[in-house]
Every structure is written in C-alpha cells, then in structure tokens.
C-alpha cells in the first residue's frame, strides 16, 4: 500500500500463438486460476484507485474470467496488436482525470511480488523501471544506468558488444506519473523494424523532457513469464514449491509437502495437518487445529476447527463445515452447511443442504437436490440421526432428534423427534432363491 495515488494497467491482449492454444494465454491457469488473477491479487495489494485490463485476443473470455476474479476492475479493447505502448494508450479514456502514478503489469507475468510493487509506487522518480540482474541476459533488453538515474532501455539486437554485457536487464514493467503518460504517449514511434509502439520509449522521451528515470531491482525469478507449456509447468512447481514453503513457515503440518497442491488465495491455519495427495482449489480456508487426511480435493469451501476430512473426500463450492465436523471417506458435500460436530462417514452426497449441529448421517445418504430443471435445498435439524442408504427427496425437511430408517426414501416432511421409515415391505419367499439360481445355471449352461 501506499499513500500517493496509484493506478494499475494491466496489458492482457496478447495470443501467446507459442502456447499452440485457442486459449488466450492469461487465462491458462497457474495455482488454480488465470495468469492473470496473479496480476490482478498482487495489483489489489496496492488499494489503487482503477485496475485497468487490456484485452485483445479472446477479448470476450479474457472479460468473462476477469469479471468473476475482479469485478470492479475495468476492461479496454486492444483490436490490433500495434506493440505495449499502443495499448496502454488504449487505458487514457479510463484514466481520464486520474492524478497519481501508474503501474502498467502484464498478466502473463504472475510472479511480482507485493514490496516489489510497493517499491515501485512509492519511487520518487518521474518514470520507474523494474530491472533484475540476469544469471543469463541473453536476449533481453539491457537498462543502461549512470548516475543520473536510468539513461536509456536498449534492444538486444541494437545493443553494442559493450552494452549486451550489461547484465542489468528490462522486466517491462513500469510505473510514472499519469500526467507524464498522457503528455508522452501520444508522441511514441513505431518507426522500428517491428513496426510498433514500445512502452520503453517512454523513458528517452522523459529524459528528454527533463525528467528522472530510475530502476527498481528484483529477483529474476519474479520477472519470470509464461510463453509457452514447459514454461507454464516451470512455473507451477515454481509456484507450488513457494506455497507449500510459506504453509510449512506458517506452522502447518504437510505430511508429505511435495504431493500437497495449493491455489493462489489457499488459506490454511497453524496446526492444521494436510495428508498426502491434497489438492486445494480456488477459494478454500482451513482453520487452525482441522485435518485433511489424504487424497482429498477441496474447492471453495470453509473447514474450521477441529474437523477432520477425508480420506477420499470431496468438499465443492459452499460446502462450510462447523468446528469438530467429521466427513469421512468418499463422501462429496456441495453448497452445504454442517454446524458443529456433525458426523458424515462415508459414501454420501449432501448437496444443497443445511445439517443440524451434532446429526449423524448415515453410509450411502443422498439428498436428491435436482429435478432436471432446479435445485433444491434438504432442511436436517440438531442432533437428528440419518440412516443408512437414506433418500431425501428435496425439498424436505427432517426435524431435530428425527430419525430415519435405513433404505428409506424421504418424500415427506419428518417431525421433531419421529421415526421415518419409507421402504417396500419386504417379502420372503422360502425356497425360491435355491431354485432360482438353479434355473439360470441350466440355461446358462445350454
């Protein structure tokens, strides 16, 4: 955070044709969401006043996954692809009247760091670079600095010998004073051997204009980009391995970290133990003190304390779980809430459905919550007991201290405190299953 006005521009309109997708690259996922939704978190670390996309390619899908990851941020149309410069100035009508600095980020590039960030919007120089010292340059774009700051961003193939061994390099992320933009970015050239518009530009015009440019340093593994598939696995083991180190430093428990697989916004208390093989999808929280036990896979869900999942379970979105909660194995909870110290064991399905403090629910239970058309929701009141291969037929709605019968199927309301039993009366036919069987294996055997 800081105390001066910021804006952020991020640049999200590239094909990323080395993907070989029909997936824009920003949205191709990176611990559990699109690339971009790690420029968009760490833009939001800022509290600016506009967060700025430019769309492009698959514009109307890079909208739709913004829009669900950041609501109030703001969408602009690159229709061509004239170069960086070109489509920031597609950013000024939404930036029209805006006095402060502006962060221009690219939502291919998921790894900035919030102090980085901060240490950009908070530089006093006109025009701020983010640089990193390269282990290899390579091909990357060079900042010649002095002691007046940053001189000039020089291209690789218009470097000198004596240039190309700087090893000071360009990460083309930027932040200068809105003002600056306006005036500068209307005045960039695509007068090159690409024929477009490069945001680096801007730094020789704000020398020229009197203004100070100077660069802030990173670590090269946060300037790191996606281009292609094998970069985009790199950086998911990269990313991984990140998560799973801050969870052990946060007093987790990770019983084997390696095969634990976290989200960008995963949060997990101290003390909570995960087992082997858990995966954690977008939007999940584990209070201190809960337990996943192995191969389970959780997605925007709450679990607090004191409850225990798995092994083999499946929580979905809005299933929120009560403290000491226990859902044991294959059992799959989808926009539920369990209060307190309810008891699921195995083999169920609890969709759509709300579930009494301290109720049991038997092996085999299903609420049945679809019609074909809608969803509806099963009402289980406190300390009820749900038996065995129990069918609740929503809506439906089963009192506290309400008791099922196994095999049942639950159509009707159930009282406080009644015995539902809802099965055929069975019938018993003595002999018959001897002479039965012994009819098929003669036919069997003609």
């Known amino acids: 955070m800081t105390d001066n006005p910021v ?4 640049l999200a309109a590239g094909q990323g044709s080395r993907m070989q997708s029909d997936l824009p690259k920003v949205l191709h996922r990176l611990g559990g969401v699109p690339l971009v939704g790690h420029a968009l ?6 509290e600016p006043e506009q967060v700025v996309v430019v769309a492009g390619h698959g514009a109307e899908a890079v909208t739709k996954a913004v829009g669900k990851l950041d609501p109030e941020a703001r ?9 960086t410069g070109h489509a920031v100035r597609q950013t000024l009508p939404e930036l029209e009247g805006f006095e402060g600095k502006v962060i221009v980020l690219y939502g291919d590039t998921p790894f900035i760091g919030e102090d980085t960030l901060a240490a950009l919007a908070s530089h006093h120089a006109d025009v701020v ?3 990193f010292e390269a282990e290899d340059p390579g091909r990357y774009g060079r900042l010649v600095v002095t002691s007046r700051g940053l001189e000039k961003i020089v291209e690789y193939k218009d470097a000198d010998e004596a240039t190309r061994e700087i090893a000071l390099c360009n990460s083309g992320v930027m932040a200068l004073d809105a003002g600056l933009l306006r005036q500068l970015i209307v005045r960039l050239s695509n007068d090159n051997a690409s024929g477009e518009y490069y945001l680096t530009d801007l730094v020789e015009l704000a020398r020229a204009e009197g203004r100070r440019a100077d660069v802030v340093t990173c670590d090269e593994a946060e300037t790191l980009g996606i281009n292609t598939r094998t970069e985009l696995a790199a950086a998911e083991a990269a990313f991984q391995s990140r998560a799973r180190a801050a969870a052990l430093e946060n007093g987790v428990t990770l019983s084997d970290p390696g095969t634990v697989w976290f989200a960008l916004d995963t949060a997990i208390g101290r003390d909570a133990v995960i087992g082997q093989n858990v995966v954690f999808g977008p939007g999940v929280t584990v209070e ?5 036990l192995p191969f389970c896979h959780l997605e925007g869900c709450h679990v607090s304390s004191g409850a225990t999942v798995g092994p083999f379970a499946r929580l979905r979105p809005g299933a929120e779980l009560g403290g000491d909660v226990h859902v044991g194995n294959f059992v799959e909870i989808k926009n539920s809430v369990l209060d307190e110290g309810v008891k699921v064991g195995h083999l169920t399905y609890l969709g759509d459905a709300q579930i009494g403090e301290h109720t049991n629910i038997g092996a085999g239970t299903v609420t049945c919550n679809y019609d074909g058309v809608s969803k509806h929701r099963t009402t289980i009141g406190a300390h009820a007991f749900i038996g065995s291969d129990t069918m609740l037929v929503a809506p439906v709605t089963v009192g506290a201290e309400a008791v099922t019968g196994s095999g049942s199927v639950i159509t009707e309301d159930v009282p406080d405190g009644a015995l539902a039993i809802g099965r055929a009366r069975q019938a018993t036919k003595p002999g018959l ?3 039965l069987m012994q009819a098929l294996r003669a036919k069997k055997g003609k």
């Open 129 to 131: 670079v983010l640089g």
């Open 75 to 83: 969408i602009v149309l690159q229709t061509e692809q004239l170069g």
């Open 288 to 292: 201190s003190g809960a337990e996943i």
């Open 41 to 46: 978190a760490v833009a939001r670390t800022l």
């Open 7 to 10: 804006a952020v521009v991020i």
């Open 433 to 435: 299953g001897v002479r």
